[in-house]
């Protein structure tokens, strides 16, 4: 399925969720930003030091970030990175898995492309892009709260933030 059609029924899984719950509840109001420029996602891929996966760059063409993925996740646009709390988060919480040995202990290699492209307001989960193709089918590593999940793509990852049964990702590596 297309990042576009994964991106609506998501917004549209948040929205009710968001509408169904307690008002002041402590959700988040699922929301998308405009689109980020092709120069924009270019200066994003220098950053992360990797290629950006396509979904991740089809997913910034369509809006740069979103608020309410993983009920209470964002993922990173551009603008994020330039306005610093986010991407703050995100690098704190980067830092603390390569300070603990979390990538080793789920069979991570020493040397793999971790970019933080999800965290979530309390720094307790985040989903990062790894680069590792040599070694790693996949792209993504969604990891916090005693739980480590890998995704190929940022396709299977949204179908599984939608529906936990559309995708059944590992949970180590090796």
Not at 25 to 48: D, K, V
Not at 55 to 77: H, I, K, N, Q, W
Not at 116 to 137: E, K
């Amino acid at each position: 399925m297309e990042i576009r059609q994964l991106l609506g029924q998501l917004m549209s899984k948040n929205i009710v969720e968001y509408l169904s719950g307690v008002p002041g509840g402590g959700l988040p109001i699922p929301r998308l930003y405009p689109p980020a420029s092709a120069e924009r996602i270019a200066m994003l891929e220098e950053r992360a030091d990797q290629p950006l996966e396509g979904g991740y760059r089809e997913l910034l063409a369509l809006t740069d970030g979103m608020d309410g993925f993983g009920v209470t996740m964002s993922v990173l646009g551009c603008h994020d990175w330039d306005e610093g709390r986010r991407a703050t988060a995100a690098l704190a919480f980067l830092e603390g898995v390569r300070e603990d040995g979390t990538a080793e202990d789920v069979g991570l290699p020493e040397d793999v492309g971790l970019f933080p492209v999800s965290v979530d307001a309390d720094g307790s989960r985040a989903v990062f892009m790894l680069n590792r193709p040599d070694v790693l089918p996949e792209r993504y590593w969604w990891i916090g709260e005693g739980s480590s999940s890998f995704f190929g793509t940022l396709a299977d990852l949204l179908g599984h933030a939608i529906d936990p049964r559309a995708y059944s990702p590992r949970e180590e590596i090796g």
